[in-house]
């Protein structure tokens, strides 16, 4: 089974910003280079344990909310601005994952999986959506039926969270409100029965 | 919540109310996971207990302190309470999800005022944290010699200045800060955290400030030093883990840090285990 799990619409991780985000418990955060380059690493500065997901980008660096320490796109430190001549350690670096984008969603992998995500090219993006229910009762309800030219991406958050990452195949664009009311509709229902 | 049997932590004061506001309708506290409730008495002499005992009382520095245990050590000594012309602030309580440890690491740092205290406490490009010492008085832990750009130093201040700091840790949960006063640089300005652990994770913390200020108004000087520490806790809720992690090699220090390193080994020296994660 892939071990890609999605995390967000490509659309709302736009350059220059992060998101704090769960793969299968483990705390990841996303980020996007000024340049658009997109990265996973754990969302936890090795110097104090700050989230990273909190912290800023600044051209292809993301930098810490705590301290100011600048990690390049491989996840090393490049400058801890207290010590702005100072020689780095091996040990300042955060522990890097993997991501990919397909079909307007943006996924991340824990470990290296020869396949890339699957996605339709042509997919608009529609809205991410939480549920206050269990992935596997969420599974069921999408299991009875989606409308056609909706496409649902599953990301579990928790024992009782779960996130829809739901996107439009181009030529349904214009049904855009149905499909966020039949969601919206999937959510009430699923949340009842949770 | 697991009530605390960590004697290390058991045998300290812990402000846990204020002065100013404890009547006679009994307010029940959380410390360290035990209930304690505090009021005062007929004679006005503040009061608390466990379910099953008293504890002793010392009302100082706006604040009513007690212990669950034996402190083999009295309660801090804070000369500047006793000098008469110093503006006295008691900042109010904050609760604040993380331990007590990353609270006085918070404290203690310099390299986050220009991140976290944007053009308050630090601005870029001033980033930089010049060498300071720290070293054991009387057992308590002090780091002085520190120096930092400072745009608005206090609530007096509008232009930057280079700022003298020390710092004083005269029991694992409670931290304190000294500076030059701005308006009188022959004198230092003194701030207490006082830190009472509700849980390993959880606490709540009052500042207390004796200022040499004789202009701005009380407000003014309340709601710089609360402005600050909203600022602090966005960071401290967001530290992961939200125990202070005593093995050296579980996080990465730069030699700003050397302050928060050897208050790290003196928990471990000491044996602390509440609120810390210790090596597997």
Not at chain 1, 24 to 49: F, K, M, N, S
Not at chain 2, 18 to 46: P, Y
Request: aromatic share 8%.
């Amino acid at each position: 089974m892939s071990m890609w799990v999605p995390v967000a619409l490509s659309r709302d991780v736009p350059a220059g910003t992060t998101l704090g985000t769960i793969v299968q418990d483990r705390e990841i955060v996303v980020w996007r280079e000024e340049g658009g380059a997109l990265h996973a690493w754990e969302d936890r500065c090795p110097h104090r344990g700050m989230r990273l997901s909190r912290g800023f980008v600044r051209g292809d660096r993301l930098g810490c909310l705590y301290h100011g320490w600048r990690f390049d796109a491989g996840g090393a430190c490049r400058l801890m601005p207290a010590h702005p001549d100072g020689r780095i350690g091996a040990s300042a670096r955060v522990g890097s994952y993997f991501c990919a984008e397909a079909g307007a969603v943006i996924f991340v992998s824990l470990e290296k999986d020869g396949c890339g995500p699957q996605g339709d090219g042509t997919a608009r993006p529609l809205r991410s959506m939480t549920l206050l229910a269990p992935v596997a009762t969420v599974r069921s309800a999408i299991a009875a039926g989606l409308p056609d030219g909706l496409a649902v991406a599953v990301q579990q958050v928790g024992a009782c969270e779960t996130v829809l990452h739901a996107t439009l195949a181009a030529e349904h664009a214009g049904l855009a409100a149905e499909m966020d009311f039949f969601l919206r509709d999937l959510r009430t229902r699923t949340e009842a029965g949770a | 919540m697991k009530p605390c049997d960590d004697p290390v932590a058991l045998d300290d004061w812990y402000a846990i109310d204020s002065a100013a506001t404890l009547d006679s309708m009994a307010r029940r506290q959380i410390l360290l996971g035990h209930e304690v409730r505090v009021w005062r008495d007929e004679s006005g002499v503040a009061r608390a207990v466990t379910a099953s005992r008293d504890l002793p009382v010392i009302e100082r520095y706006g604040c009513i302190f007690t212990s669950l245990g034996r402190p083999a050590r009295a309660l801090v000594e804070i000369a500047e309470a006793a000098e008469a012309d110093r503006r006295v602030v008691v900042c109010g309580w904050v609760a604040i999800r993380s331990s007590a440890g990353r609270i006085v690491e918070n404290f203690l740092d310099m390299a986050h005022f220009p991140y976290v205290h944007t053009d308050i406490l630090g601005a870029e490009p001033h980033t930089e944290v010049g060498r300071y010492a720290t070293d054991m008085r009387d057992g308590e832990l002090w780091a002085t010699g520190c120096q930092f750009w400072q745009p608005r130093a206090g609530a007096t201040q509008s232009e930057g200045m280079m700022m003298e700091l020390s710092y004083r840790v005269p029991s694992p949960h409670i931290v304190m800060l000294y500076r030059v006063s701005p308006p009188a640089p022959h004198r230092r300005d003194a701030i207490a955290l006082f830190i009472q652990p509700i849980s390993e994770t959880l606490c709540r913390a009052q500042p207390v400030m004796w200022l040499v200020d004789p202009v701005s108004t009380h407000l003014a000087m309340l709601q710089f030093e609360q402005v600050i520490f909203m600022q602090d806790r966005i960071i401290l809720e967001n530290q992961r883990p939200l125990r202070i992690p005593l093995d050296p090699a579980a996080e990465v220090p730069m030699p700003a840090d050397a302050a928060s390193v050897a208050y790290r080994r003196w928990l471990a020296t000491l044996g602390l285990r509440y609120g810390t994660e210790r090596a597997a």
